[in-house]
């Protein structure tokens, strides 16, 4: 596992797309897996006076006992302690049945996704996390969700994501417009390949900010 490519903070974007990344399964190349031998651990950080809706969707991740080989860890916070997982069971998730979408609510501006699997090849194809920031102010400048009230980025009306727990963001006709998941930046969109994962996200490039080395392009 190349750590040395984990244990960065993600700082100020509006949206992120987090997903394991594939490799080809044995003898099969059309068929993909997430790799062994993986640990590695990520914060994102949006603005203070923000809090994440994470929605965790296509999750396939290999079945054990506390879900000690393979796991994927949702921390509340930049802390790693037990308290702070944001899963109701305080441990990793893990298996093949569980009930998507799932939603998960930081109490503050920090939230922090591990990844773990074991030496072991598998045929498993890995997880996809959608981190929102959003605020709850009554004046919102973005979309506010119909049921939650959450203020959230416009960008993430009508592009294939839902990012609101009711789903108001992607109303019946956004087949009209031409969208998709498109976290633009004030100077660049920028994707990244970190270890196990592959992020997309919105950095504004703040002053202090500090990011995960980026590649930075006109378009995702």
Known sequence: ???ETCGYTVDYGDQFKVVSQQIP???EPERTSYPPNVSCTI???TQPGKRNFLRLSNFEVETSRFCARDGLYLYDGGR???ENLLSANKHALCGTTLSLPNYFVSTGHEVMIKFVTDGS???YRGFMVLITPFTEDEYCSGFTCHLTKRCIT???MCNSEYQCEDGSDEPPN???LNA?????CAYCHWSLLISSWFIIACQRLLAGSRLVPSLCTTRL
């Open 154 to 156: 416009m960008k993430a």
């Open 1 to 3: 596992m190349p750590g």
């Open 80 to 82: 790693e302690v037990s």
């Open 180 to 184: 998709g998941f498109r976290p633009s």
């Open 121 to 123: 090849n598998n045929s």
């Open 43 to 45: 914060i994102f950080r």
């Open 25 to 27: 399964h044995g003898e």
């Open 174 to 176: 956004c087949h009209l």
